[in-house]
């Protein structure tokens, strides 16, 4: 019987099928941080009972940290409590912490890849709702709730119920200018913030295949923006050329074997979805948000959705979001002044994005208004970009380099932008108060973001490509 990506991995870790209801499902690898772990920990020492795999759990600090003097006590009491209760916690469970002063020490869902953790066929999991993000090597990963990281700490296990199945398809070549943060946000554009609600999502065709492991990651990332369950690439020679040799990445003999397995990891010709999509590459533009949630985006040349254009039961929404924004129906875009401008998160914060933007800043200055922060995913990102002299381009810029951590992605940490400013920002998320209480955000790729910092306002990238 042909079968999906997604059900060849299901089938696989499935332990009981409850009549009537969910799966027990196992869990290969459970990344946690400070954030959602804390209650889960304490769950566990109610009942006297351990993490029953500590040596499958990876844990991190990443949402609270500060990007600036980490090698300081943390400011925010908060914060700071809840860091020292994930070090605590796993010093006594026996789990392997990446903390603040480590040098594997990063964003959750960028250290797992670069590290060798994530690896084709898994189930992954994690208290974090960009836990998708792993699904770019061929793995089901998707975020749980504190009672649900609480389960798997004590069984390694989940009840999960099985979701429907959905295929988007972009094939075809992208202009210039044009990655894959824009792809995402286009397709998000297209079928809405809740148009994959349910779903377990394989993204498929030529362009996605023709992207690196940095731009799948960037597109899974944000499958759950678009209410999915988990977003999903098949494995391929870009997969393994990537994982070959990372530091716990299988070695030797082991590798050879599970190399075999993982170019298994394919959906069949004869596969069903329930639902499937079709785009063309070359009809997407650098894309940029208007709204308050990651569906409501248009083409940087085009204007905000005028009201005729707007359906009768989404115009009360519609008109709350642009009275947040400060914009107007109808209104354009490109042009509009920025204030801040973020270069981070789980979405884009890996090396290769940074080397997008040093290569584009190199030897330009930003404009004197706008403030740019660049926060590195990892300490290895950080390290790398440093190596390469990144940093110095940055410097020169006059953009600031700043230390590992989630950072403006949520202002849950000392990473604010100010009351009613602008930022463009390269995260994943719009919502009102994201980035710090009546803060305003376009979402962006890191280029559209680049241009914006050199110019400070709203630009079509496509125009210093021509």
């Known amino acids: 019987m042909a079968k999906t990506l997604f059900e060849k991995i299901w089938d696989r870790h499935v332990v009981k099928t409850i009549e009537g209801g969910p799966a027990v499902l196992y869990i290969d690898k459970h990344l946690i941080h400070e954030v959602t772990s804390p209650q ?25 940290v500060p990007t600036l003097n980490q090698h300081l006590p943390i400011k925010e009491e908060l914060s700071r409590l809840q860091v020292e209760a994930l070090k605590k916690n796993c010093a006594e469970h026996g789990i392997e912490l990446y903390g603040l002063g480590h040098p594997f020490q990063g964003i959750v869902h960028v250290i797992g890849p670069e590290l060798g953790f994530t690896q084709p066929g898994m189930t992954i999991v994690c208290g974090d709702s960009h836990t998708s993000t792993h699904g770019a090597f061929g793995s089901i990963a998707f975020g749980i709730g504190t009672s649900e990281v609480e389960m798997v700490m004590a069984t390694q296990c989940l009840l999960q119920s099985k979701p429907k199945l959905m295929r988007i398809n972009i094939d075809g070549e992208l202009k210039a200018g044009v990655v894959s943060k824009d792809i995402v946000l286009y397709i998000l554009a297209q079928i809405s913030a809740s148009g994959a609600t349910g779903y377990a999502v394989e993204f498929a065709g030529s362009a996605i295949r023709a992207l690196s492991m940095e731009g799948r990651m960037t597109i899974c990332n944000m499958s759950i923006e678009m209410g999915a369950r988990c977003g999903m690439i098949a494995p391929d020679q870009t997969t393994f050329d990537y994982m070959e040799g990372r530091k716990f990445a299988p070695q030797g003999e082991e590798w050879n074997k599970k190399l075999a397995y993982w170019k298994t990891l394919v959906s069949d010709e004869a596969a069903v979805f329930d639902k499937e999509y079709h785009f063309k590459a070359a009809d997407i ?14 083409g940087v040349s085009g204007h905000v959705p005028a009201l ?53 800043v190199k030897g330009k200055q930003k404009a004197g208004h706008v403030e740019v922060w660049v926060v590195p995913g990892s300490k290895q990102v950080e ?13 020169a810029a006059g953009f600031q380099l700043r ?11 000392e990473d604010k932008i100010p009351a009613g400013k602008y930022c463009i920002s390269t995260s994943n998320r719009n919502f009102e108060g ?10 962006a790729s890191p280029l559209t973001a680049a241009l914006a910092a050199i110019t400070g306002e709203v630009g079509d990238v496509r125009e210093h490509y021509n």
């Open 40 to 64: 889960a920990f304490a769950g566990l020492n109610k009942r006297g009972i351990k993490v029953f795999r500590p040596q499958q759990v990876v844990a991190t600090a990443d949402h609270n």
């Open 285 to 298: 533009e650098p894309m940029i948000t208007y709204g308050t949630n990651p569906g409501m985006g248009i």
């Open 308 to 360: 005729n254009e707007i359906d009768e039961k989404e115009k009360p929404s519609f008109e709350k979001s642009l009275e947040y924004m400060g914009l107007q129906p109808g209104a354009a875009i490109k042009g509009k002044k920025v204030d801040y401008v973020f270069i981070g998160s789980c979405t884009n914060s890996r090396i290769e994005d940074l080397r997008m933007v040093a290569s584009f």
């Open 383 to 395: 390290k790398q970009a440093i190596e390469e002299g990144i940093d110095k381009i940055f410097e």
């Open 403 to 413: 230390q590992p951590g989630c950072s403006a992605c949520l202002g849950m940490n």
């Open 434 to 443: 994201r980035q710090g209480p009546n803060a305003r955000t376009f979402l």
